[in-house]
Protein backbone atom coordinates (compact mmCIF):
# COMPACT_ATOMS: atom_id res chain seq x y z
CA UNK A 1 0.00 0.00 0.00
CA UNK A 2 1.01 3.69 -0.24
CA UNK A 3 -0.88 5.58 1.88
CA UNK A 4 1.70 7.33 4.15
CA UNK A 5 4.29 7.14 1.52
CA UNK A 6 5.71 10.78 0.60
CA UNK A 7 9.33 10.37 0.04
CA UNK A 8 10.21 10.45 -3.56
CA UNK A 9 14.18 11.43 -4.65
CA UNK A 10 15.97 10.98 -8.19
CA UNK A 11 19.53 8.92 -7.92
CA UNK A 12 22.02 8.43 -10.13
CA UNK A 13 26.03 8.95 -10.60
CA UNK A 14 26.70 12.22 -11.06
CA UNK A 15 23.50 13.92 -9.72
CA UNK A 16 24.30 17.73 -8.91
CA UNK A 17 23.34 18.75 -12.57
CA UNK A 18 19.88 16.75 -12.48
CA UNK A 19 16.24 19.30 -12.43
CA UNK A 20 13.95 16.47 -11.38
CA UNK A 21 14.04 18.04 -8.12
CA UNK A 22 12.30 21.57 -8.94
CA UNK A 23 10.14 19.61 -12.01
CA UNK A 24 8.78 17.47 -9.57
CA UNK A 25 8.54 19.41 -6.64
CA UNK A 26 6.22 22.15 -8.47
CA UNK A 27 4.20 19.45 -9.63
CA UNK A 28 3.52 18.16 -5.96
CA UNK A 29 2.99 21.99 -5.27
CA UNK A 30 0.38 22.76 -7.58
CA UNK A 31 -1.39 19.08 -6.29
CA UNK A 32 -0.89 20.55 -3.24
CA UNK A 33 0.43 16.80 -1.96
CA UNK A 34 2.92 17.37 1.10
CA UNK A 35 5.45 14.91 -0.71
CA UNK A 36 9.31 15.45 -0.31
CA UNK A 37 11.37 15.14 -3.66
CA UNK A 38 15.31 15.16 -3.43
CA UNK A 39 17.96 13.15 -4.64
CA UNK A 40 21.02 10.93 -4.01
CA UNK A 41 24.37 10.55 -5.84
CA UNK A 42 24.32 6.41 -6.05
CA UNK A 43 26.37 4.44 -8.26
CA UNK A 44 25.94 1.14 -9.68
CA UNK A 45 27.35 -0.58 -7.21
CA UNK A 46 25.61 0.67 -4.19
CA UNK A 47 22.57 1.09 -5.64
CA UNK A 48 21.06 -2.94 -4.43
CA UNK A 49 22.35 -1.53 -0.76
CA UNK A 50 20.68 1.76 -1.16
CA UNK A 51 17.03 0.14 -2.56
CA UNK A 52 17.07 -2.43 -0.05
CA UNK A 53 17.93 0.48 2.80
CA UNK A 54 14.77 2.43 2.37
CA UNK A 55 11.83 2.34 5.13
CA UNK A 56 8.06 2.74 4.53
CA UNK A 57 7.89 6.29 4.15
CA UNK A 58 9.38 5.99 0.33
CA UNK A 59 6.93 6.31 -2.23
CA UNK A 60 8.99 6.09 -5.64
CA UNK A 61 12.04 6.52 -7.18
CA UNK A 62 13.55 8.48 -10.36
CA UNK A 63 16.64 6.66 -11.93
CA UNK A 64 19.23 8.27 -14.15
CA UNK A 65 22.36 6.85 -15.34
CA UNK A 66 24.15 4.69 -14.89
CA UNK A 67 21.00 3.02 -12.87
CA UNK A 68 18.65 2.51 -15.16
CA UNK A 69 19.31 -1.71 -16.40
CA UNK A 70 19.91 -2.05 -12.21
CA UNK A 71 17.00 -0.56 -11.39
CA UNK A 72 15.52 -3.10 -14.39
CA UNK A 73 16.74 -6.22 -12.44
CA UNK A 74 15.27 -5.18 -8.92
CA UNK A 75 11.75 -4.69 -10.51
CA UNK A 76 9.08 -7.27 -9.72
CA UNK A 77 6.63 -5.61 -12.78
CA UNK A 78 7.76 -3.93 -15.80
CA UNK A 79 6.10 -1.93 -18.55
CA UNK A 80 5.76 -2.50 -21.68
CA UNK A 81 8.35 0.37 -22.12
CA UNK A 82 10.79 -0.99 -19.90
CA UNK A 83 10.37 -4.93 -20.83
CA UNK A 84 11.30 -4.02 -24.78
CA UNK A 85 14.07 -1.74 -23.66
CA UNK A 86 15.49 -3.08 -20.64
CA UNK A 87 15.68 0.58 -18.88
CA UNK A 88 13.67 1.75 -15.76
CA UNK A 89 13.83 5.53 -15.07
CA UNK A 90 11.09 4.85 -12.68
CA UNK A 91 10.42 2.67 -9.71
CA UNK A 92 6.59 2.84 -7.63
CA UNK A 93 7.62 1.28 -4.66
CA UNK A 94 4.97 -0.90 -3.05
CA UNK A 95 4.81 -3.13 -0.10
CA UNK A 96 8.28 -3.29 -1.21
CA UNK A 97 7.52 -5.08 -4.84
CA UNK A 98 8.99 -2.01 -6.69
CA UNK A 99 7.26 -1.80 -10.50
CA UNK A 100 9.50 -0.49 -13.09
CA UNK A 101 8.22 1.93 -15.81
CA UNK A 102 10.07 3.72 -18.44
CA UNK A 103 8.75 6.43 -19.04
CA UNK A 104 11.89 8.14 -21.44
CA UNK A 105 9.73 6.94 -24.50
CA UNK A 106 6.69 7.80 -23.71
CA UNK A 107 8.15 11.48 -22.93
CA UNK A 108 10.23 11.47 -26.27
CA UNK A 109 7.21 10.86 -28.00
CA UNK A 110 5.41 13.61 -26.44
CA UNK A 111 7.91 15.98 -27.28
CA UNK A 112 8.35 15.32 -30.76
CA UNK A 113 4.72 15.51 -31.26
CA UNK A 114 5.15 19.22 -29.31
CA UNK A 115 7.37 20.04 -32.08
CA UNK A 116 5.51 18.92 -35.32
CA UNK A 117 7.19 15.50 -35.55
CA UNK A 118 4.28 13.11 -35.59
CA UNK A 119 4.78 10.47 -38.26
CA UNK A 120 8.36 10.60 -38.85
CA UNK A 121 9.09 7.90 -41.90
CA UNK A 122 12.86 8.00 -41.63
CA UNK A 123 14.56 8.73 -37.85
CA UNK A 124 18.72 9.27 -37.30
CA UNK A 125 19.68 8.08 -33.64
CA UNK A 126 23.25 9.02 -32.96
CA UNK A 127 24.31 6.73 -30.23
CA UNK A 128 23.84 3.36 -29.15
CA UNK A 129 23.41 3.53 -25.02
CA UNK A 130 19.94 3.41 -23.13
CA UNK A 131 18.40 6.84 -23.86
CA UNK A 132 18.82 5.63 -27.60
CA UNK A 133 16.89 2.28 -27.27
CA UNK A 134 14.21 4.44 -25.84
CA UNK A 135 14.63 6.45 -29.17
CA UNK A 136 14.47 3.59 -31.45
CA UNK A 137 10.79 2.88 -29.40
CA UNK A 138 9.57 5.68 -29.77
CA UNK A 139 10.30 6.21 -33.31
CA UNK A 140 8.61 2.72 -34.24
CA UNK A 141 5.62 4.21 -31.81
CA UNK A 142 5.81 7.50 -34.29
CA UNK A 143 5.42 4.97 -37.19
CA UNK A 144 8.44 5.30 -38.40
CA UNK A 145 9.38 2.55 -41.36
CA UNK A 146 13.29 3.03 -41.04
CA UNK A 147 15.73 3.92 -38.36
CA UNK A 148 19.68 4.44 -39.01
CA UNK A 149 21.43 4.15 -35.70
CA UNK A 150 25.05 6.32 -35.88
CA UNK A 151 27.53 4.70 -32.92
CA UNK A 152 31.51 5.01 -32.71
CA UNK A 153 31.10 1.22 -32.25
CA UNK A 154 27.88 -0.22 -35.01
CA UNK A 155 28.59 -3.54 -33.22
CA UNK A 156 27.28 -2.17 -30.17
CA UNK A 157 23.77 -0.97 -31.16
CA UNK A 158 23.16 -4.90 -32.38
CA UNK A 159 20.72 -4.94 -29.35
CA UNK A 160 19.00 -1.57 -31.27
CA UNK A 161 18.87 -4.24 -34.63
CA UNK A 162 17.33 -6.93 -33.28
CA UNK A 163 15.01 -4.41 -31.33
CA UNK A 164 14.02 -2.68 -34.78
CA UNK A 165 13.43 -6.15 -36.32
CA UNK A 166 10.90 -7.20 -32.89
CA UNK A 167 9.15 -4.01 -33.50
CA UNK A 168 8.68 -3.73 -37.18
CA UNK A 169 11.26 -1.15 -37.50
CA UNK A 170 14.27 -1.74 -39.43
CA UNK A 171 17.23 -0.78 -38.05
CA UNK A 172 20.43 -0.14 -39.59
CA UNK A 173 23.85 0.36 -37.81
CA UNK A 174 26.37 2.16 -39.02
CA UNK A 175 29.76 3.95 -38.22
CA UNK A 176 28.78 7.88 -36.15
CA UNK A 177 31.43 9.26 -38.83
CA UNK A 178 30.01 7.80 -42.32
CA UNK A 179 30.27 10.04 -44.35
CA UNK A 180 27.39 10.38 -47.34
CA UNK A 181 24.36 10.30 -44.60
CA UNK A 182 21.18 9.62 -46.44
CA UNK A 183 17.72 12.26 -45.91
CA UNK A 184 15.70 11.64 -43.09
CA UNK A 185 12.63 13.66 -41.11
CA UNK A 186 14.56 13.57 -37.55
CA UNK A 187 17.43 13.03 -35.81
CA UNK A 188 17.56 12.42 -32.34
CA UNK A 189 21.07 12.73 -30.79
CA UNK A 190 21.48 10.65 -27.22
CA UNK A 191 25.56 11.46 -27.17
CA UNK A 192 27.23 13.57 -24.69
CA UNK A 193 26.54 17.15 -24.93
CA UNK A 194 30.03 18.06 -25.71
CA UNK A 195 30.23 15.82 -28.79
CA UNK A 196 31.56 17.66 -31.82
CA UNK A 197 31.62 15.64 -35.04
CA UNK A 198 33.30 17.99 -37.29
CA UNK A 199 32.38 18.08 -40.69
CA UNK A 200 30.53 15.12 -40.10
CA UNK A 201 28.08 16.90 -38.30
CA UNK A 202 27.54 20.11 -41.43
CA UNK A 203 26.80 16.68 -43.60
CA UNK A 204 24.44 15.15 -40.42
CA UNK A 205 22.30 18.67 -40.72
CA UNK A 206 22.26 18.85 -43.90
CA UNK A 207 20.03 15.93 -44.95
CA UNK A 208 18.96 15.22 -40.94
CA UNK A 209 15.79 17.36 -40.40
CA UNK A 210 14.95 18.64 -37.04
CA UNK A 211 17.67 17.84 -34.60
CA UNK A 212 16.13 17.17 -30.86
CA UNK A 213 19.08 16.46 -28.87
CA UNK A 214 18.74 14.74 -25.44
CA UNK A 215 20.95 17.42 -23.50
CA UNK A 216 19.86 20.13 -21.85
CA UNK A 217 22.76 21.79 -20.15
CA UNK A 218 25.52 23.68 -22.17
CA UNK A 219 23.23 24.81 -24.54
CA UNK A 220 23.70 24.93 -27.64
CA UNK A 221 25.70 21.88 -28.23
CA UNK A 222 28.44 21.54 -31.22
CA UNK A 223 25.55 19.21 -32.82
CA UNK A 224 23.02 22.19 -32.28
CA UNK A 225 25.08 24.76 -33.74
CA UNK A 226 25.67 22.77 -36.71
CA UNK A 227 21.97 22.59 -37.00
CA UNK A 228 21.61 26.10 -36.73
CA UNK A 229 24.31 26.67 -39.57
CA UNK A 230 22.67 24.95 -41.69
CA UNK A 231 19.41 26.54 -41.28
CA UNK A 232 17.52 23.78 -39.71
CA UNK A 233 15.73 23.88 -36.15
CA UNK A 234 17.99 22.50 -33.04
CA UNK A 235 15.40 21.59 -29.98
CA UNK A 236 17.48 20.83 -26.55
CA UNK A 237 16.59 18.37 -24.20
CA UNK A 238 13.88 20.26 -22.16
CA UNK A 239 10.90 18.89 -23.99
CA UNK A 240 11.49 15.42 -23.42
CA UNK A 241 12.98 15.84 -19.86
CA UNK A 242 9.52 18.03 -18.76
CA UNK A 243 6.97 15.38 -20.35
CA UNK A 244 9.24 12.19 -18.74
CA UNK A 245 8.59 14.03 -15.76
CA UNK A 246 5.07 14.46 -16.28
CA UNK A 247 4.65 10.75 -17.02
CA UNK A 248 6.57 9.99 -13.80
CA UNK A 249 4.37 11.96 -11.53
CA UNK A 250 1.64 10.19 -12.97
CA UNK A 251 3.09 6.86 -11.71
CA UNK A 252 3.46 8.29 -8.36
CA UNK A 253 -0.05 10.00 -7.73
CA UNK A 254 -2.18 7.47 -9.67
CA UNK A 255 0.20 3.98 -10.52
CA UNK A 256 -0.45 4.28 -13.99
CA UNK A 257 1.43 6.92 -17.09
CA UNK A 258 -1.35 6.61 -19.00
CA UNK A 259 -3.99 8.55 -16.46
CA UNK A 260 -4.16 12.08 -16.82
CA UNK A 261 -3.58 14.09 -13.77
CA UNK A 262 -6.56 16.23 -12.51
CA UNK A 263 -5.50 19.55 -13.59
CA UNK A 264 -2.80 18.23 -16.03
CA UNK A 265 -2.68 21.68 -17.76
CA UNK A 266 -1.59 23.54 -14.46
CA UNK A 267 0.34 20.73 -13.41
CA UNK A 268 2.49 21.02 -16.80
CA UNK A 269 2.58 24.52 -16.78
CA UNK A 270 4.11 24.84 -13.51
CA UNK A 271 6.62 21.94 -14.12
CA UNK A 272 7.91 24.19 -17.51
CA UNK A 273 8.19 27.25 -15.02
CA UNK A 274 10.71 25.31 -12.78
CA UNK A 275 13.38 24.88 -15.26
CA UNK A 276 12.51 27.02 -18.16
CA UNK A 277 15.52 29.58 -18.51
CA UNK A 278 16.70 27.89 -15.33
Not at 17 to 24: K, N, Q, T
Not at 39 to 66: I, K, Q
Request: hydrophobic letters at 45%; a neutral charge.
Amino acid sequence: MLSGRTRLAVWGDPIDHSRSPALHSAAYRELRLDWDYGRRRVSEGEFARALDGRDATWRGLSLTMPLKHAAAAASVWLDPDARLTGAVNTLLLDDGAPRGFNTDVGGLVRALSEIGVDAPGRVRVLGAGATATSAVVAAARLGARSIEVRARRPEAAAPLVELGQALSAPVAAVPLDAPAPSTVDVTIATLPGGTDLGPVGGELASVGGPLVDVVYGGWPTPLARAWKHAGRAAHDGLGMLVHQALLQVRVFVGGDPAVPLDREDAVLAAMRGAVVGG
